[in-house]
């Protein structure tokens, strides 16, 4: 997790919030946006990987993404962007289209 100033600038170095297995991660919107609050971020980018190389958003991908805008509503700390890393290249849920960003 990246959290960012009001001009999208980074607070701080990433930091690591979960840790996950070869076919999944718990990424629990509560630890998520606990960081984010304690560094006093305005918006957040979150990242993760796919260990068989595919950065291609699955499903949970998906309905993550979707559990995190709804908390960032709640919260007051907008999820600028969910990024999905996988071999040499990646992909931002933002830019796919998939869901609406505020």
Not at 32 to 59: D, E, L
Request: neutral net charge; glycine residues 8%.
């Amino acid at each position: 997790m990246l959290p960012l100033d009001a001009d999208r600038r980074p607070i701080c170095e990433p930091f690591l919030v979960s840790r996950g297995t070869t076919d999944g991660v718990i990424m629990h919107p509560r630890e998520i946006f606990k960081h984010a609050i304690r560094w006093g971020a305005n918006s957040i980018v979150v990242a993760h990987n796919h260990p068989c190389g595919n950065p291609t958003p699955g499903p949970r991908d998906i309905a993550q993404t979707k559990s995190l805008l709804d908390v960032a509503e709640i919260v007051g700390v907008r999820l600028f962007d969910h990024i999905v890393l996988g071999g040499e290249s990646f992909v931002s849920i933002r830019e796919s289209g998939q869901l609406s960003f505020a």
